[in-house]
């Protein structure tokens, strides 16, 4: 458990493993072919809406510069920051377009 969850409700801490969720849907996006960093982004987006968080960011970069890409064509890692009431969660994920 991340040392930022200890800060958790217990109602809240069912509700953190959402977080990792997203970003793995991310990455089934991606293995089922799409390569569009925009719409990756949309559908991971769109799977917080209904929830508790406040997004703070969510990106896909270049994982040595942290610059954003705009198709994951090579190794990239998604990253994602959000508030649970007044805890700030952070993940991240590897994503390789080789599955």
């Known amino acids: 458990m991340s040392s930022r969850n200890a800060y958790l409700d217990p109602e809240s801490r069912e509700i953190a493993p959402l977080l990792y969720r997203t970003l793995s849907l991310g990455r089934q996006r991606l293995a089922s072919g799409e390569t569009s960093v925009a719409v990756l982004l949309e559908a991971m987006e769109k ?24 198709r994951v064509d090579r190794p990239a890692r998604m990253l994602v ?15 390789s377009p080789e599955g």
């Open 47 to 70: 799977n917080l809406r209904s929830s508790p968080f406040r997004l703070d960011y969510l990106a896909i970069v270049d994982p040595e510069s942290l610059a954003p890409v705009a």
């Open 81 to 95: 920051a959000a508030y649970l009431g007044k805890v700030r969660l952070i993940d991240n994920l590897e994503l």
